[in-house]
T-cell receptor
C-alpha cells in the first residue's frame, strides 16, 4: 500500500516568508509525528498527533512553528517568518497507534527546506 | 529522562568487514528498541525492532541487533558488509508507557569502501 507522502519535496524560500509543509500519513494510522533533521544531525522531535487528543507540541522550537491535523488524515506544518536556522529536512512519520507500547513509525521522504 | 547515545558518528569499513554500531539508552523502565536506516537520497526505513522475547533480533539485509538489558545497549551488527550498506543508521528507543515518545539517537554514518 501507499506509504507516508510529503510535499513539496524541496522548498526554497526567502528569510521572513511563511512556508507550509504537508504530510499525508498511511491510511488508518492514528498517530502522526513531525521531526526536523538538520544537516549531519539526528532527528529532533517537533510535534505529535494521536487521534483526537490534544497534540503534544513540546518539541516546537518557537511560536513561529505550528501544525494542524484534520482528523486522522493530512497534517500541515507551518513555519512563519522563516529564519536561516530553519533550513533542514522536515520529516513526517505515522503509526497505527502512538499510545501502543509496540507502536512502530513509518517515515515519509521529507521536505528539504532552504531559507536564503 | 529518556535518551539514546550513538557514540560512533562516522564509521568507515572495507567491504566484507564485520560491523558493530553502538547504541546505549537511558530509561527507567521497560523499553522497545529500533534501528532505522537512511540510504543516500532515500527516506528512513525500519531495519529491525525489539519489543520482547529473544534479545537477538534479526532484521532485513542480514542485520541483527542484540538487546543487553544489563548494559542498556542495543548494538547493531552485520558479519560482512557490502558497499550498498553505505547509509546513516539511527537507533531509537520508546518507553513502555503510552505517554512515552520515541527518542532517536544522533545517527552513525557508515561508509563502505568498495
Amino acid at each position: 500500500g501507499a506509504g507516508v507522502s510529503q510535499s513539496p519535496s524541496n522548498k526554497v524560500t526567502e528569510k521572513g516568508k511563511d512556508v507550509e509543509l504537508r504530510c499525508d500519513p498511511i491510511s488508518g494510522h492514528t498517530a502522526l509525528y513531525w521531526y526536523r533533521q538538520r544537516l549531519g544531525q539526528g532527528l529532533e522531535f517537533l510535534i505529535y498527533f494521536q487521534g483526537n487528543s490534544a497534540p503534544d507540541k513540546s518539541g516546537l522550537p518557537s511560536d513561529r512553528f505550528s501544525a494542524e491535523r484534520t482528523g486522522e488524515s493530512v497534517s500541515t506544518l507551518t513555519i512563519q517568518r522563516t529564519q536561516q536556522e530553519d533550513s533542514a529536512v522536515y520529516l513526517c512519520a505515522s503509526s497505527l497507534d502512538g499510545d501502543s507500547s509496540t507502536d512502530t513509525q513509518y517515515f515519509g521522504p521529507g521536505t528539504r527546506l532552504t531559507v536564503l | 529522562a529518556q535518551s539514546v547515545s550513538q557514540h560512533n558518528h562516522h564509521v568507515i569499513l572495507s567491504e566484507a568487514a564485520s560491523l558493530e554500531l553502538g547504541c546505549n539508552y537511558s530509561y527507567g523502565g521497560t523499553v522497545n528498541l529500533f534501528w532505522y536506516v537512511q540510504y543516500p537520497g532515500q527516506h528512513l526505513q525500519l531495519l529491525l525492532k525489539y519489543f520482547s522475547g529473544d534479545p537477538l533480533v534479526k532484521g532485513i539485509k542480514g542485520f541483527e541487533a542484540e538487546f543487553i538489558k544489563s548494559k542498556f545497549s542495543f548494538n547493531l551488527r552485520k558479519p560482512s558488509v557490502q558497499w550498498s550498506d553505505t547509509a546513516e543508521y539511527f537507533c531509537a528507543v520508546k518507553g513502555y508507557s503510552s505517554a512515552s515518545k520515541i527518542i532517536f539517537g544522533s545517527g552513525t554514518r557508515l561508509s563502505i569502501r568498495p
